[in-house]
């Protein structure tokens, strides 16, 4: 039976998206950004797609120690590093590596005795302002980690853009330059760049680029699809019509009744909703595919349907198939639609929704 709301993984996908973070990057090693359960595709499902690669990036300590268990042997980097002294010790026994970040991480690591090593990326704030040492600080925390037992050598440097998916904007340049000037004179693998400094900032290219969201096949950009870019977007998201009914003129659609029908046209009601992931913004008129064909998208989305108007499609029947993105329909225009990213919807696919490998139909 074909459930109501699931989502199709092209797995093959990955390997060709990753084959085009290479032709970007080609000197460079590679860390496969697979966070937040693998960007919502699963954590394991796409570290296994992409088992090939150089390294594994996570955010935090729990989804490397899961890599790990599942028999990962590829190098994991944990990007939010370690907030306390158990946490470092998981890094440890788990031989991950961690994100040194402030200076709280400093004094963990100097009351941390033993044999064990750990590897760290020692990351430079140059603009985003969130994680990250200041460029004046840098030296002397360097020196710090450099004369602490436990750290590996050498030690890897690294930073984040903030601005790389504005393509005119100068902040990349500056946060790159600062970057170069600061750690200079410093040994060590350099990482800068992301999905969009790999795509649009070859100054960007360093002995490491850290690809996240282009693996999924989706653009960094916000005018561009994945496709456009030459990426095959992994995850499609579907359902069926569970009913079809007649409407007229005046009649009020969903919640609110936010919609009213201007003219007498065939409902259709869709199975799925928020609480499945479809985003609960999404716009009157947003594009839904009914059997391959654009239909709009009317009244609020609730917690499990959505209604679309089948003026166009009259002989459209319940049990008919619906597309909410994927083949003819990018995620990226949706997420248009709904004013938010892609990352917010591939994300918050929820565990209603039932996986499906495009292999095993």
């Known amino acids: 039976m074909i459930p109501a709301a699931y989502a199709v993984l092209d797995l093959n996908a990955a390997a060709h998206n990753l084959e085009k973070v290479r032709s970007f990057a080609p000197d460079a090693k590679i860390m496969a950004v697979i966070k937040a359960n693998g960007y919502g595709h699963g954590l394991l499902r796409i570290a296994k797609a992409l088992h090939d690669v150089d390294a594994f990036a996570v955010a935090r300590v729990d989804e490397g120690i899961r890599l790990r268990k599942a028999g990962v042997t590829n190098r994991i980097a944990v990007l939010e590093g370690f907030t306390c002294a158990e946490e470092l010790d998981e890094l440890l026994s788990h031989q991950l590596d961690a994100v040194v970040h402030c200076f709280t991480q400093l004094e963990i690591i100097a009351d941390r005795t033993g044999p064990a090593q750990i590897a760290v990326w020692l990351k430079l ?44 904007d100068d902040v990349t340049v500056s946060q790159i330059n600062l970057f170069n000037a600061t750690v200079a004179a410093l040994p060590g693998p350099r990482s800068i760049a992301n999905s969009a400094g790999i795509l649009g900032w070859q100054q960007a290219l360093t002995d490491w680029v850290r690809p996240g969201i282009m693996l999924y096949g989706i653009s960094p950009f916000p005018d561009s699809t994945g496709e456009q870019l030459g990426l095959k977007p992994i995850m499609s998201l579907h359902s069926r ?37 479809y985003p609960r913004y999404a716009k009157i008129g947003t594009p839904v595919l009914v059997n391959g064909k654009r239909v709009p998208l009317v009244g609020r989305v609730s917690m499990d349907m959505i209604t679309v108007d089948l003026g166009s499609q009259t002989d459209a029947k319940p049990g008919d198939a619906v ?4 083949e003819g329909l990018a995620v990226e225009e949706i997420a248009r639609w709904a004013e938010t990213i892609p990352y917010t919807l591939v994300c918050g696919v929820t565990q209603r929704v039932q996986i499906v490998e495009a292999a095993s139909l």
Not at 149 to 166: G, K, V
Request: aromatic residues 8%.
């Open 323 to 326: 597309t909410l993105w994927g």
């Open 125 to 168: 704030d140059t603009g985003m302002n969130r994680l990250g040492f200041k460029a004046h600080e840098f030296d002397e925390v360097y020196r710090r980690l450099s004369n602490c037992p436990i750290i590996r050598q050498p030690i890897n440097l690294m930073t984040h853009l903030a601005n790389a998916d504005d393509l005119s």
């Open 241 to 277: 019509l569970i009913a079809v009914k007649p409407i007229e003129k005046g009649d009020k659609v969903g919640y609110a009744g936010t919609w009213v029908c201007d003219t007498s046209t065939t409902l259709g009601i869709v199975a799925i909703g928020y609480g499945d992931g």
